[in-house]
Structure formats: C-alpha cells, structure tokens
C-alpha cells in the first residue's frame, strides 16, 4: 500500500512552459512534504520542502502548493529548462527528525528545447 | 557541501555471496540510511542508525543487516545475495532535519 502516490510516472514538457508534476498521499499524520531531483548516475538531491502549516512555498522558479484537504501536492516549475529533465520525487514525513520518510514512485520529466 | 560517498558504483555478485556495501560521509552527521530504489516503486527505506552502533528496521529489512561501528560509516550487509536483491542502493544522511543528501547509489546485480 503505497502512502505516497505519483500517478504519472512521465510528463513532457516545452522549454519556458510550466511544469506540474503532482503527488497524493493516504496518511493524515505525514507533517513534512519534500521533493527531490535525480539525476541519472546520480543519487537524489533536496529540491524543495513544504510544512502542512504552510499551502506554498516558493524558491526561484520552483514552487510546491500542499492541499491538505485533498492530501495532495503539485511542484511547479516555471519556466522550464533542458536543465530539469530528471526524475522528480515527492516524499512525506511524520514526526520529528525525518525519519522513515516515504517516498513517492517518481516522475521522469522532459523538458524539450 | 557535505559529501556521501559509496564505495561501488556497480556491483556483480553470486546468488548466495555475502555482500559488502560501504557508506562514509564527512559531515559529521548523526543519521544515517539505506534505501533501494526499483522501477515503480521509488525508494524504500531498509535500515537506519540515529547514532553509533544503534540502527532501526525500514519498511524492507528482510535479507538485510546493517554495521555502524563509527559516526562516518554505515554498512549495509546481504548476508545471502538474492536475485531478487538486485537494485539501486541508496545511502543517505541527514543532520536531524529533513533534507537528505545522498550518495550517488551502488547498482547491484545478482546473478
């Protein structure tokens, strides 16, 4: 039973458009929302997180929007850049230090030039 | 920038063989983990050390041991390598918040 769902496991985008890669998730105590980008040959690194006190946060030109009504978040990218095209991951947390954070299946994105 | 090395970038093992896979990270960091990551399915924790000699079962920590006998080093063991072990495996750290830094993952294949 997977707590933490990316439903599109690709999406394909144009250069300067945005990018929504979006994410679900089942467990109501998960308190810490995060995205990470991988690289291939490369282990994943932090992109960008979220707390379930705040609906958005923002960082240049990625943006994460939490519904915790729908227990759902989108990572926004605008615009896009070759640069992006990656494995993107969603994961979740409950409690304190981080530990155990479930991550989602990932999506592959293409940002075409 | 804190740094998490993996000693292998790819791994073919034995069914059967005892398997080594080695993670060292420089930034004095007290928590340490192993995922596997395979298609669909993400990544999935199998153990973690909160601090020397102490670790905690993930959600998969069957056919797996792990050794954390200094703050920097964190091994994970396949006491008897199954081809259903092979995989991407990820070591990561963390200073007790929650963004990790990873190392760039050790693909194992067992034949």
């Known amino acids: 039973d997977q707590q933490v769902k990316q439903n599109s496991p690709s999406l394909s985008v144009q250069e300067g458009r945005i990018s929504i890669l979006n994410c679900d998730y089942t467990?109501?105590?998960?308190?810490?929302f995060l995205w990470y980008k991988k690289y291939p040959a490369e282990g994943p690194t932090f992109l960008i997180s979220?707390?379930?006190?705040?609906d958005k946060n923002e960082d240049g030109r990625f943006t994460v929007f939490l519904n915790k009504s729908a227990k759902h978040l989108s990572l926004h990218i605008v615009p896009s850049q070759p640069g992006d095209s990656a494995v993107y991951f969603c994961?979740?947390?409950?409690?304190?230090?981080?530990?155990?954070?479930?991550f989602g299946a990932g999506t592959r994105l293409f940002v075409k030039a | 920038d804190v740094k998490v090395t993996q000693s292998s970038r790819y791994l073919v093992k034995r069914t059967g063989e005892k398997v080594f896979l080695e993670c060292v990270q420089d930034?004095?960091?007290?928590?340490m983990f192993w995922y596997r990551q395979d298609p669909g399915l993400g990544l999935r924790l199998i153990y973690f050390s909160y601090d020397v000699k102490m670790k905690e079962k993930g959600d998969i920590p069957e056919g797996y041991s792990v050794s954390r006998e200094k703050k920097e080093r964190f091994s994970l063991i396949l006491e008897s390598a199954s081809t259903n072990q092979t995989s991407m495996y990820l070591c990561?750290?963390?200073?007790?918040?929650?963004?990790?830094?990873f190392g760039s993952g050790t693909r194992l294949t067992v034949v």
């Open positions: 994961a979740a947390s409950a409690g304190g230090g981080g530990f155990k954070t479930i």
């Open positions: 467990n109501s105590m998960f308190d810490y």
């Open positions: 930034m004095d960091h007290e928590n």
């Open positions: 990561a750290s963390t200073e007790g918040g929650y963004g990790y830094t």
């Open positions: 979220i707390s379930s006190i705040k």
